[in-house]
């Protein structure tokens, strides 16, 4: 059974975060396979294209310190003290997390790499739940927020889910739970969605206990963080605190507006409007502040200033993240507003390029690669697949020549597929892999080609015997498409992965 990879992922993210000048290089080995869900806050890299906008570096507004911004993101923090005490100061950013203890020790169920406690996933069988301690702001009572966590199997062995507990205060639950049992296969990771509901003033803690069929129990720490509306200091709130845009498709966007509140009896001051980072990564630039107001903003005791974020999708999948408002509330000086979006594919009658794979096997992974013109398999600026799924083909400014990958199905039957818009001139390649198998054992895969909603071709059914057999499936020469099927199963060597989710 392979070695887990998003284990590895997860130290090597941590260590070149400690590495001032990390090693170049196309991507990460292939034995070194990252998440393949897109999880938490902004887990998927997006390319790299331009944005248009005062967002452009990813951030609205000054530095903290209310000093203009350089041609660079500026630095959010230069010491842990910074960031709050539920995140430490990494390369100017302010991470979710703790600092290790001097002795290097971290709290049951978590090690330390680089200095920072992280989840140990041998300590509940592969079953691993990040971040490992929530903070939640400050809520009036009734007013429910919910904060997002991921589970992961770490592990070598597919695991399941079997039971969540909640201990302490009994303002904590889970909004929309999982159905269980949850299996995970190795590499897997789900969102998942904690929730307050605030009762009274009284700050409240408790704990999830996440329970896996082997190994043991994963734990996250809750802790609330109430504050006197109306006192004598600057009070700063968001409302609402959490914007779900829902299903976006590709090619569209929505708005959705909150808005800062003073709620103190003087002035409060906001400096600027960041995006959020975890290890997971920072808030995708597919999430734009539109027309940010000016900073540093002075918000009036009662004064309400409205503030519109803007959903632009590129590819399908969820992404999420949030947004931190930097304030001079000396009980929150970070506010944090969580945004969450379902993109979704066009609709197929618009998809002038449509592969669908499917196989028939549980517990196996297979993978379909789309090769643009001259591109070649495990290459960057090729090959759409698990880890690249959305490369910018054609014309750098038009996302409809590029390839994007709604499913990555990680655990049998699929589907998986890859649209193409509006592919430019020239020679497209369909292969299918055969990445791993989970208990399962040589799938038979078929896939389907399909324009404008029609399907144009059908292949298979091919029987894939032994893991990294490649199946190289059809050519496809646009416009047209004229079609070459090719059927040769051959066993290349991997290439170096890209590092996308």
């Known amino acids: 059974m392979r070695r887990t990879l998003i284990w590895w992922g997860a130290l090597g993210l941590f260590l070149m975060a400690c590495d001032d000048d990390p090693a170049g290089g196309e991507g990460t080995p292939a034995a070194d ?22 967002d452009a570096q990813g951030d609205a507004g000054p530095t903290p310190d209310g000093a203009a911004p350089d041609a660079g993101p500026a630095p959010d923090c230069v010491a842990d003290e910074d960031c709050g005490p539920d995140a430490v100061c990494d390369r ?9 203890d001097d002795a290097g020790a971290c709290p049951p169920g978590r ?4 200095d920072v406690c992280i989840a140990d996933p041998r300590a509940a069988g592969g079953l691993v739940v990040e971040p490992g301690r929530i903070l939640f702001p400050f809520g009036e009572v009734a007013e429910q927020v919910v904060r997002g966590a991921v589970l992961r199997n770490d592990g070598d062995d597919t695991l399941q889910v079997v039971r969540f507990e909640f201990t302490g205060d009994a303002q904590f639950d889970l909004a929309m739970p ?15 969605g904690v929730r307050y509901t605030a009762d009274d003033a009284q700050d409240d803690q408790g704990t999830l206990r996440v329970h896996a069929d082997v190994g043991g129990v994963a734990e996250v720490q809750l802790v609330t963080q109430h504050k006197v509306v109306g006192g004598a200091d600057p009070c700063l709130q968001a409302v609402p605190n959490r914007l779900d845009f829902g299903a976006v498709a590709r090619g569209a966007d929505r708005t959705l507006p909150f808005s ?23 808030l995708p630039d597919t999430f734009q502040l539109s027309a940010p107001p000016a900073f540093p903003l002075v918000i009036q005791p009662g004064q309400r200033v409205p503030v519109d974020v803007t959903y632009s999708p590129r590819r399908a999948g969820l992404e999420a993240g949030y947004w931190e408002v930097f304030n001079d509330d000396p009980a929150n000086p970070r506010v944090r507003v ?15 390029l449509h592969v669908r794979l499917n196989w028939d096997t549980d517990l196996t992974d297979v993978d379909l690669h789309l090769i643009g013109p001259n591109g070649q398999m495990w290459t960057c600026d ?5 880890s690249n799924g959305n490369p910018n083909w054609g014309d750098p400014n038009d996302f409809r020549d590029d390839p994007f990958l709604d499913v990555d199905d990680v655990d049998g039957f699929g589907p998986e597929n890859i649209n193409l818009e509006a592919p430019s001139p020239g020679t497209y390649r369909v292969l299918v892999h055969y990445w791993d198998d989970h208990e399962g054992f040589e799938p038979t895969a078929t896939v389907e080609v399909l324009a404008f909603g029609q399907v144009i071709g059908q292949y298979g059914p091919q029987r894939l015997s032994r893991i990294d057999d490649v199946w190289e ?21 991997r290439g170096n992965l890209c590092g996308g989710f």
Do not use: H, K
């Open 92 to 100: 100017g950013r302010c991470l979710e997390g703790t600092r290790c």
């Open 473 to 493: 499936v059809v050519e496809l020469d646009w416009p047209g498409p004229q079609q070459r099927a090719l059927g040769a199963v051959n066993r290349p060597a």
């Open 111 to 114: 090690i330390c790499i680089a």
């Open 33 to 54: 396979r990252g998440p393949r869900v897109a999880a938490d806050a902004g887990a998927r890299l997006t390319d790299a294209r331009p944005i248009d906008g005062p």
């Open 382 to 386: 090729g090959d759409c697949y698990f």
């Open 178 to 192: 999982p159905a269980l049992p949850l299996r995970l296969v190795p590499g897997q990771a789900v969102d998942i």
């Open 260 to 282: 800062l509140v003073s709620c103190g009896t003087v002035p409060v001051t906001v400096n600027a409007i960041r995006r959020g980072a975890s290890i997971f990564g920072a």
């Open 338 to 352: 969580d945004v969450s979006a379902l993109a979704t594919p066009p609709p197929l009658g618009d998809v002038a």
